[in-house]
Every structure is written in structure tokens, then in C-alpha cells.
């Protein structure tokens, strides 16, 4: 005997049919998770592309970035962290004398921190006499005696636009990073602008 064919019941697909709640519910679940599905997947080439790019990078060039070494490389400028504002007295604890504290330069007002350099600015490092204070008149003139100070006074257009390329090399350093501000009293106009001294250069081949 021939099986027996069952007819389809068809009678819920009618042109009124409403599907029920929980089919309604289960395509919802179906594309929500086939939308995560497409979400992982660009991840993954993200990720891929990511990995591939930093190991092309570090064959090449033994960097993780290509060669770039700047602000983006350093690690403390992705932590989101306040200004701290300095009076001068308090910014000159910072100057490389206490060695369980950190070296702070200012230039033009900007603190930056600079203990990664303390060869540099550090006790008995050449560059010593920038620490704890804002001496960017030093930095244009050269002078590391009578010129440690913010007073600009006299400088020419060319030399403050000097000073911001020092700002600039303290703000995009790989090591170095800003940490808030000094605030400095008023200078006195009636004061003298600080003399030039002979010869800059020689201040620090001595
Ligand atoms: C306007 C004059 C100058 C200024 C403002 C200045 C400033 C600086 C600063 C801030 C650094 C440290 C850079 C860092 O943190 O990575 C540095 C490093 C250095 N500077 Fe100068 N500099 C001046 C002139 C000179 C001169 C004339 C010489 C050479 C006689 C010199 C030789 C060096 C050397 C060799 C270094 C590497 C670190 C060291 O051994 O002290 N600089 N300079």
C-alpha cells in the first residue's frame, strides 16, 4: 500500500496570518545575533590587520610603530589626569634634589615632567640648572647663568617662536609629558630686562 500523503496544513497561512509571538521573538533573536556575528568578524580583521601591521613594522624597522617615536608612543599621555598648578616655590622642590621625587622643567608657564632625562636635568647632569623652574629666556639666549627666567622681555618674534619649538619638543617628547602649570607673579615693568651675556655658548662648553 502507497504511503499515505499527508496534505500540508496550510490553514495559519492564509493571507491573514499574523505569526505567532515567539516566531516574532525567534527572527528578532536570529538577526540580532547575525548582527553580532558581522560585528565579530570585523574585529577579527581589525585585529588581524593589526597584528600584521606592528609585526611588518617591528621586522622592518625593529619599532612597533614604524620608526615613530613621539607623544602617541608615550604611554602616559592616553592616562587622562588633571593640571596641577605650581606656585614657584612649590615647582622648585621638583628640581632633581630630592631623588624620591620627580624633575619638573617649566617653559613658558608649561610643566613639564623630565625625570626619564635626569642624566640630563638630574643632581650633577649638565642640564641641571632647567629643573625646578621656568628659565625659558635660557633656552633662547643661551644664557645658563644670569637667564633662568620666564621673563621675555626684549626677545624678538623670532625667538618666542623658538621658545614654542622647545614647548613643542617638551609636549611631543616619547619619554617626557606635561603635567599642569606654573603660575608666576607679575613682572614688574619698572624692572630692568634681563643684560645679554657675552658668550652663550660658551656657558655650556665650560
Ligand atoms: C641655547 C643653547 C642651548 C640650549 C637651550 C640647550 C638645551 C639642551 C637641552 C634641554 C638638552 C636636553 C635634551 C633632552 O632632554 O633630551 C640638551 C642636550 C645636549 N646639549 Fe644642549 N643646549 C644648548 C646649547 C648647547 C651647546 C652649545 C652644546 C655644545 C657645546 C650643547 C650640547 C648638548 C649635548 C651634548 C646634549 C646631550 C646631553 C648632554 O650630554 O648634556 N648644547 N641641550
Given at each position: 500500500m502507497p504511503p499515505v500523503q499527508r496534505k500540508k496544513d496550510t490553514s495559519n497561512?492564509?493571507?491573514?496570518?499574523v505569526p505567532s509571538k515567539t516566531s516574532k521573538e525567534y527572527d528578532q533573536k536570529k538577526s540580532s545575533s547575525s548582527g553580532g556575528l558581522i560585528c565579530l568578524s570585523i574585529l577579527q580583521v581589525i585585529l588581524?590587520?593589526?597584528?600584521?601591521?606592528?609585526?611588518?613594522?617591528?621586522?622592518?624597522?625593529?619599532?612597533?610603530?614604524?620608526g615613530y617615536e613621539g607623544k602617541y608612543t608615550n604611554w602616559r599621555n592616553w592616562i587622562p589626569r588633571r593640571e596641577i598648578i605650581f606656585s614657584e616655590a612649590e615647582l622648585a622642590k621638583y628640581d632633581g634634589s630630592d631623588p624620591n621625587l620627580p624633575i619638573y622643567i617649566a617653559m613658558n608657564g608649561e610643566v613639564f615632567d623630565v625625570t626619564a632625562g635626569k642624566h640630563y636635568y638630574g643632581k650633577g647632569g649638565g642640564y641641571n640648572f632647567f629643573a625646578g623652574k621656568d628659565a625659558s629666556r635660557a633656552y633662547i639666549t643661551g644664557c645658563f647663568e644670569t637667564h633662568l627666567t620666564h621673563d621675555l622681555r626684549g626677545l624678538t618674534h623670532q625667538q618666542i617662536k623658538d621658545l614654542e619649538n622647545w614647548?613643542?619638543?617638551?609636549?611631543?617628547?616619547?619619554?617626557?609629558?606635561?603635567?599642569g602649570r606654573v603660575v608666576h607673579p607679575?613682572?614688574?615693568?619698572?624692572?630692568?630686562?634681563?643684560?645679554?651675556?657675552?658668550?652663550?655658548?660658551?656657558q655650556k662648553s665650560q
Open positions: 497561512l492564509s493571507e491573514n496570518y588581524t590587520f593589526l597584528i600584521i601591521n606592528f609585526a611588518a613594522s617591528f621586522f622592518l624597522t625593529e619599532t612597533w610603530f614604524w614647548a613643542g619638543f617638551y609636549r611631543d617628547h616619547h619619554t617626557y609629558y606635561k603635567v607679575p613682572i614688574d615693568p619698572k624692572t630692568p630686562i634681563p643684560p645679554p651675556c657675552n658668550d652663550a655658548s660658551a
